[in-house]
């Protein structure tokens, strides 16, 4: 599978199986996370593997009770170590953290797995359950596991849509 089939297929999976995450797959996700690029190669990030019921449990309350936090038996969190402004107006933790997510549910995908990137959660929640440093931001989430079933394909914008050329 190449990088542009992985975009066009991977969609968001609402729905788990319990079947466990083998430990080979789960290290090609966080290796994806590692190699991917941030700010001045800073790296300034962390990523929580989260598997224990009773976290999880914790992580689906902070999540305002989505089911899929509590269905999969496995969730990522990332979370941003040193942040900083760059030149061009935007955090480094915020933007270096989503590449590495970016990059990690690419890879899901490829290995049959399924994820789906949460906006809607409690940072503060995250940070208590998991005991995440008040200096450390909690900058995204995504349960991770095998897909119980298909995902909802959802409509794209056109490409004239969202695309100009030389200005705005």
Same mark, same amino acid.
């Given at each position: ?17 319990s ?5 080979e ?14 700010s ?81 959660? %409690? ?44 200005? %705005?």
């Amino acid at each position: 599978m190449d990088v542009m089939e992985a975009i066009t297929g991977r969609h968001s999976i609402r729905k788990y199986s319990s079947r466990p995450i083998e430990e080979e797959k789960l290290n090609l996700v966080l290796e994806a996370a590692r190699l991917a690029p941030s700010s001045a190669n800073g790296q300034n990030w962390h990523f929580i593997v989260v598997r224990d019921k009773e976290k999880l449990r914790k992580l689906k309350e902070a999540a305002d009770g989505q089911t899929a936090v509590g269905e999969a038996p496995c969730a990522l969190i990332a979370c941003g170590t040193q942040n900083r402004v760059m030149d061009c107006g935007q955090p480094t933790n915020t933007v270096d953290c989503s590449i590495a997510m970016a990059y990690m549910i690419l890879e899901a995908y490829t290995l049959g797995l399924g994820t789906c990137w949460l906006g809607h959660f %409690y940072a503060d929640k995250v940070k208590q359950a998991l005991q995440i440093p008040d200096d450390v931001s909690v900058i995204a989430f995504t349960p991770i596991g095998y897909p119980a079933e298909a995902a909802v394909v959802r409509p794209r914008k056109e490409i004239k849509e969202i695309v100009s050329y030389d200005i %705005y």
